[in-house]
């Protein structure tokens, strides 16, 4: 026998729910009741009013997204109670959700957490991972709680890390495996008796949000350690470090490098070794880095070869963390 079609309310903000909720959308299993995201927010150097990455896609799909200020107003949880869902699916929305909405529906609400639970509970999974030099991620179908994702875990889908994984080529593989698994999850919860299964607490780890100052790099740090920052930092908010140009310091984004050779001489961190038409910079470890494609202040991004062209550094120069 068939089963009815799941009653689902979607809520979401950033690009990772996207596919999922498309997905939802397509579905024949899923009705859709509605799409609720946060309010539209000032954004660029115009400071206009822009909807969320998936206000964007749903409005452009012709949902009326509701946008309430407070995701725990009773006028909200009023709205999204008349529409008698079996289950809220929560996807990167960007508020805690309260008890009045979290037990609104018969089967409460499902949270799809970037990261495998208990590990990097919080507002950074994606980015930390990448940092940390994960080897696997994955999405949990949680149970939402009270608490930061600390509920009952339903299941759980893993994927394997690249060796040059980076936060954006992780976060759409998250969204993409999310979205295949998404509705079928949906319909063992509610219809199949799925049962979520209580998180080891002992073991859990956290991860708190990211600020744009993140990006400096410290060239006394290894050189593993800032190449993973600058993979975690991809696309947002990108590393950078600065150079001396006679008495001024400009800004130079490294959009791409990688770890070369050790070098068996002493140098200092940030120093500039030139070997062609390549960039390479010592750090704290023995190890090198090599630059291979930057954006220097208030140009294009370009290959280092062509950096150098016009950049007058030479050997010995230093990169550094300073801007003056």
């Not at 409005?59 to 289950?87: C, M, N, R, T, W």
């Not at 409460?108 to 950074?124: E, F, M, Q, T």
């Amino acid at each position: 026998m068939k089963q009815a079609p799941s009653k689902v309310f979607f809520m979401g903000s950033g690009a990772i729910g996207i596919p999922a909720v498309a997905a939802l959308h397509e579905s024949s299993e899923i009705e859709l009741l509605g799409v609720a995201s946060q309010p539209d927010r000032p954004a660029g150097r115009k400071k206009r009013l822009t909807p969320s990455p998936l206000a964007a896609w749903a409005e452009s799909e012709g949902f009326s997204v509701h946008k309430p200020e407070k995701v725990s107003s009773q006028d909200f949880v009023d709205y999204v109670a008349s529409l008698k869902p079996d289950i809220v699916v929560v996807i990167a929305y960007g508020q805690l959700l309260r008890e009045n909405l979290l037990h609104l529906a018969p089967y409460g609400c499902l949270n799809v957490h970037a990261s495998i639970l208990p590990y990097y509970r919080g507002a950074s999974p994606i980015f930390s991972v990448v940092l940390n030099g994960e080897k696997e991620s994955g999405v949990s179908m949680m149970q939402m709680a009270k608490g930061m994702d600390t509920g009952a875990v339903y299941r759980t889908h893993k994927v394997n890390l690249e060796e040059n994984e980076t936060t954006g080529s992780l976060e759409l593989k998250l969204a993409n495996i999310a979205a295949q698994q998404l509705v079928n999850d949906i319909q063992d919860v509610v219809h199949n008796g799925l049962e979520a299964t209580e998180q080891n607490h002992e073991e859990a780890t956290s991860c708190s949000k990211i600020g744009k100052s993140f990006g400096l790099i410290d060239w006394s740090q290894p050189a593993e350690s800032n190449i993973r920052k600058i993979f975690a930092c991809q696309p947002w908010p990108g590393t950078w470090t600065y150079y001396q140009v006679g008495d001024k310091f400009k800004r130079l984004a490294i959009c791409e490098a990688s770890v070369c050779e050790s070098s068996s001489l002493e140098r200092s961190p940030g120093e500039i070794v030139l070997d062609g038409s390549s960039l390479k910079v010592a750090s704290s470890s023995s190890d090198l880095l090599e630059v291979r494609r930057v954006k220097p202040e208030g140009k294009r991004e370009m290959d280092v070869k062509d950096f150098l062209l016009g950049a007058g550094l030479k050997n010995g120069d230093n990169l550094t963390s300073r801007n003056s």
